[in-house]
């Protein structure tokens, strides 16, 4: 299989480095060799062309990164315009402009308690788009498009979404470009290419990112290859039922992982369970009013402090989650797993315990070379791997190994998961 792939690479070394610098925007004349097993004449040669062709730029590092007396020189990918990104994740909104040099002109964050109508999520969508025009020099007429960002997969005529995005249907695209005035473009998350474009030289060749957010997921690449699955559901490891009969997921079955770990789902537990004498410094207004973000990290400071209910609530998540991993990484068999999402993410101690819960299910778990750690990406990361991705492919040129555009009849789809 590897001389084949091999054999690819060298009868179009072009398409190879180019394929390989949009997957990791970022890199150099070694790493581009490494990886693809070509001369390093040849890599250079290459980086310099796309330079020339300005689908690159040249970026000389400092001191610290001198090689034999010399900086060392780093390709960095550019993209044709500049474009607005948004990102919807269902407990906040963020937006930024990237130029073409893949720099975050302006960005907004903006926490959402919670969103009713696909009305109200356009009318937050504009305001935040106008706040963002007001920080810099750029108009409307500027944009080429907004990419907008959502934890949503079309399938079958359908919008399949997470449960805190019930407003989200396949008309989306063509509304939000009506309102807004600008050409919208539905592009699920790119969360995990951010990841491998985070990590070191030489990134693993095998990786998962593991999210527990608003949803459960296991997304996964291996050589630069997303995982995808025919209907863009590779990864999905929330649904898999854990308790026939168990509580309702947002999918519609009972009993998923999601049901139990999600943030909106552990939210909803301790809200339930605090209406009851249970005997806890947290209370049920804690959670009442507030976004799944907040409230989980609600939970987190009275389980720092010792709470007895907080404790045996996250026991029972730890276990839970702790099962889906060892799940995934025997099915997987990754070299790194980037841990990710609101509810465990800034929570050491929490993640520490959903990887001391997983080792029971791991088949041979002390003699794996495996990492796990938390996810490195930032949300800048994700908001220019959302730009790069999506304007490439928007180019016409080959599209990259983390997407691509197909029609739908109303506009276009850009990528999947990950």
């Known amino acids: 299989m590897r001389k084949a792939v091999q054999a690819t690479i060298m009868k179009s070394p072009n398409s190879a480095v180019d394929d390989f610098l949009r997957l990791r925007m970022k890199t150099n004349v070694s790493e581009v060799a490494q990886h693809l097993g070509i001369a390093h004449s040849t890599a250079a040669g290459i980086l310099m062309r796309l330079e020339k062709e300005r689908l690159a730029r040249r970026e000389v590092r400092g001191s610290k990164e001198r090689r034999r007396g ?90 399949l979404t997470s449960s805190v995005l019930p407003w989200v249907d396949e008309e989306i695209e063509r509304r939000f470009s009506e309102a807004l005035g600008l050409s919208v473009h539905l592009v699920p998350h790119c969360a995990l290419a951010a990841e491998y474009q985070a990590m070191d030289s030489p990134p693993p060749s095998s990786l998962v990112r593991f999210n527990v957010a608003d949803g459960v997921s296991a997304h996964s690449m291996s050589g630069g290859v997303v995982h995808q699955g025919s209907h863009d559901l590779g990864g999905e490891i929330g649904h898999i039922i854990q308790v026939a009969g168990g509580p309702l997921c947002g999918c519609g079955r009972r009993g998923c992982l999601e049901a139990y770990c999600s943030g909106p789902a552990l939210c909803a537990r301790a809200l339930e369970d605090l209406r009851q004498p249970v005997g806890s410094s947290l209370r049920d207004v804690d959670l009442a009013d507030t976004s799944p973000r907040l409230g989980v990290e609600a939970i987190h400071q009275a389980w720092l402090s010792g709470d007895s209910y907080a404790r045996a609530l996250m026991e029972d998540v730890f276990e839970r989650l702790g099962w889906g991993l060892g799940l995934v990484i025997n099915l997987i068999d990754p070299d790194h797993v980037a841990v990710s999402g609101y509810v465990l993410a800034g929570k050491p101690l929490w993640i520490d315990e959903v990887i001391r819960h997983s080792q029971r299910w791991i088949l041979h778990a002390a003699r794996r070379r495996l990492t796990i750690a938390p996810a490195r990406a930032t949300l800048e990361g994700e908001l220019v791997a959302l730009a790069c991705g999506f304007s490439y492919a928007r180019r016409g040129a080959k599209a990259n190994r983390f997407s691509e555009t197909r029609g739908d009849g109303t506009g276009e789809i850009v990528g999947r998961p990950a």
């Open 70 to 159: 010399r900086p060392a020189t780093v390709f960095v990918l550019r993209i044709e315009r500049p474009v607005a990104v948004c990102l919807f994740d269902g407990t906040q909104l963020t937006g930024a402009i990237v130029d073409p040099d893949l720099r975050i002109l302006a960005r907004d964050t903006r926490r959402i308690l919670r969103v009713e109508s696909a009305a109200q999520a356009r009318e937050m969508v504009a305001d935040l788009l106008e706040s963002l025009l007001e920080s810099t020099n750029l108009g409307r007429q500027d944009l080429p498009r907004m990419v907008l960002s959502i934890n949503a997969v079309p399938l079958e005529g359908r919008m």
